[in-house]
């Protein structure tokens, strides 16, 4: 398989500094990083859950979801009309968290052979694992896994959702209290209701996020 990803990591830089071009979007900003920036950079947080962690304000909220069993969210979609800066927002994301970040672009990973666009999903997400913490952004998300039933290829379609359904699913498993690993979904798309209702269900893209409503 000739399939050349492109994995691109940040130096360390402050919260402030990584936001700083992403403008008007400072309440969406707010609620992603409450969402994934502890679990990305203190990911052994979910994994012991103890007395003298639970003393740190910062991370008391996150805490206690892991105590009522609760898990950080494993994906987020952002969703808004073409050049509103989600790709942008998601590279801020990773440069906050100092993060890997494989941006994938939907429609590069469809091949005319069968089975091997299952096969470059899984790939991608081989290295995300390996380079943990790690974001993996999905662009154009509504042409790599559209609703199953509206597809005009039917088979190859519920593959891939099949396929991205099931890695989701199974990145719980990837981490042990040894080997603590942390990798996020980012889904963009200009077109929310195209993607098949399977992958917007809790524990999946847990939370969505309209970008550049005015």
């Known amino acids: 398989m000739h399939f050349q990803l492109d994995i691109e990591t940040f130096e360390k830089t402050t919260p402030s500094d990584a936001y700083a071009t992403v403008g008007g979007l400072n309440k969406t900003i707010a609620e992603i990083r409450d969402l994934i920036e502890v679990p990305l950079t203190r990911p052994e947080l979910f994994a012991h859950f103890g007395e003298s962690c639970l003393r740190d304000a910062r991370y008391s909220a996150y805490l206690l979801c892991d105590y009522l069993g609760l898990k950080p969210p494993r994906g987020i979609l952002l969703h ?3 050049g509103t800066g989600k790709t942008h927002l998601a590279r801020a994301i990773a440069a906050s968290t100092r993060s890997s970040v494989i941006i994938i672009n939907g429609p590069e990973l469809s091949s005319a052979y069968h089975g091997e666009t299952e096969a470059r999903l ?3 997400f081989r290295n995300a694992h390996a380079k ?3 974001i993996v952004v999905l662009d154009e998300i509504d042409a790599l896994v559209p609703r199953r039933e509206d597809g005009a290829g039917g088979e190859v ?5 099949a396929t991205l ?3 989701m699913d199974g990145m719980e498993d990837e981490s042990t209290s040894d080997t603590v690993e942390r990798v996020v979904v980012i ?3 200009n077109r929310p209701n195209a993607i098949d209702p399977a992958l917007r269900r809790p524990g999946r893209f847990d939370r969505e996020f309209e970008i550049g409503k005015h």
């Open 80 to 82: 808004g009309p073409p």
């Open 122 to 124: 899984r790939e991608v």
């Open 132 to 134: 943990s913490p790690c």
């Open 157 to 161: 379609e519920k593959r891939v959702v």
């Open 165 to 167: 359904l099931t890695i």
């Open 187 to 189: 889904g963009t798309t």
